[in-house]
Every structure is written in structure tokens, then in C-alpha cells.
T-cell receptor, first 115, second 112 residues
């Protein structure tokens, strides 16, 4: 089983719909992240959470919200989806560890299409 | 904010050839990470470099961080079709901030 699991893997929906993408991890990491990937723009950080009570906006948080339900679960919501939110979305985790240079580990992504 | 520029953007090589991908930062690097992504799939962590001059290898892939800590290179020796994919570099710009900035990626195609 994957250490970082994203559901659904693919989703097609209509403009204006509310959508939730879910991420769960079995790595025991305290830090979790949501990114989106767009052709030509690379990976951009949407939100990140260092623990259950610590949630922070990334560089492109407008139009998104998150919920950290438990250490192992971090969900991303699009309250009213719009076509320019069509992208590949990734969840990632990292350990706090004794140093700050812990790598992030990624899920397989959710391909979201908004018509 | 820190920016990472990867070159080349895409690369096509014949199986068995060596190749190099570069990642140049606009600021000093405090941690440089290399990832590989298959089309439509997640990122697989390859290596992490922290110290200027550091070099790490995994199978036929070697990554280096230059002494001035503003550039890293990824070198693949005797490329194979299994090396094909998108290679991304990610960097931490310092402080207690654990966020990563990523380059836009290099698409590698290896022809048999």
C-alpha cells in the first residue's frame, strides 16, 4: 500500500460544484502539503500544515480551503470550482526530524478537470 | 522569493548515452532535492544535497551541489529507457521555513 494515498485519482466536475480531495498517510509524518501542478508553471504550494492545529496558506490559496482532521489526514476543498482550477493536485508529507532538511514524499496525485 | 531554473527543458537521448540536467537558483541553496516524475504520476524522491561540494549517487544517477551552493547538476550514466520521465529540483531557501520551491522540470526521453 502507498504511504501517501490520494483520493480520488481522477475527477471530472462542473463549474460551481464543491469538491473535496483527500489525502491520508501512513508515514507518521507531522507535516503535510497540498500542491497543484500545471504545464509550464510547475508545482505551486496551495496550503501546508505543520501539525493538526497549524495550517498555513501557500502561494496560491485563493479559492481553496483545507482541513487537517488528524495527523494522518489532510483534505483540500474547492468551495465553488472554476475551470482554471483544472490541474494535477498533489499531497505531500515530511517529517520534522532533528534537522530541517527532511525530504517531502508525494502521493500519486489527483487529476481534476472542471468543465 | 527563490526561483529555480532547470536546463534543458527537455532532452532526448539514445539509450546508453550520458546526460546532465542543471538546476540554478536565484538564492543560496540550503537544501536541494531531486525528484523524478512519470507522466501523470507522483514525484519520487531521488536525492537530497545540503553542503557545498556534496555529491551523492544512486545506481547510475549522480547529483552534485556546487561550492557556492547556487547550482546543482544531475548526471545519468549509460541511460536506459527506465530513466525516462520528468526530473524536478526542489529547494529550501533557508530559515525555519520547510516549504520547497520547485523548478519547472526537465522532460527526459530515452530512445531504445
Amino acid at each position: 500500500d502507498a504511504d501517501v494515498t490520494q483520493t480520488p485519482r481522477n475527477r471530472i466536475t462542473k463549474t460551481g460544484k464543491r469538491i473535496m480531495l483527500e489525502c491520508s498517510q501512513t508515514k507518521g509524518h507531522d507535516r503535510m502539503y497540498w500542491y497543484r501542478q500545471d504545464p509550464g508553471l510547475g508545482l505551486r504550494l496551495i496550503y501546508y500544515s505543520f501539525d493538526v492545529k497549524d495550517i498555513n496558506k501557500g502561494e496560491i490559496s485563493d479559492g481553496y480551503s483545507v482541513s487537517r482532521q488528524a495527523q494522518a489526514k489532510f483534505s483540500l476543498s474547492l468551495e465553488s470550482a472554476i475551470p482554471n482550477q483544472t490541474a494535477l493536485y498533489f499531497c505531500a508529507t515530511s517529517d520534522s526530524g532533528f534537522t530541517s532538511n527532511q525530504p517531502q514524499h508525494f502521493g500519486d496525485g489527483t487529476r481534476l478537470s472542471i468543465l | 522569493s527563490q526561483e529555480l531554473e532547470q536546463s534543458p527543458q527537455s532532452l532526448i537521448v539514445q539509450e546508453g548515452k550520458n546526460l546532465t540536467i542543471n538546476c540554478t537558483s536565484s538564492k543560496t541553496l540550503y537544501g536541494l532535492y531531486w525528484y523524478k516524475q512519470k507522466y501523470g504520476e507522483g514525484l519520487i524522491f531521488l536525492m537530497m544535497l545540503q553542503k557545498g561540494g556534496e555529491e551523492k549517487s544512486h545506481e547510475k544517477i549522480t547529483a552534485k551541489l556546487d561550492e557556492k551552493k547556487q547550482q546543482s547538476s544531475l548526471h545519468i550514466t549509460a541511460s536506459q529507457p527506465s530513466h525516462a520521465g520528468i526530473y524536478l529540483c526542489g529547494a529550501r531557501s533557508g530559515g525555519s521555513n520547510y516549504k520547497l520551491t520547485f523548478g519547472k522540470g526537465t522532460l527526459l526521453t530515452v530512445n531504445p
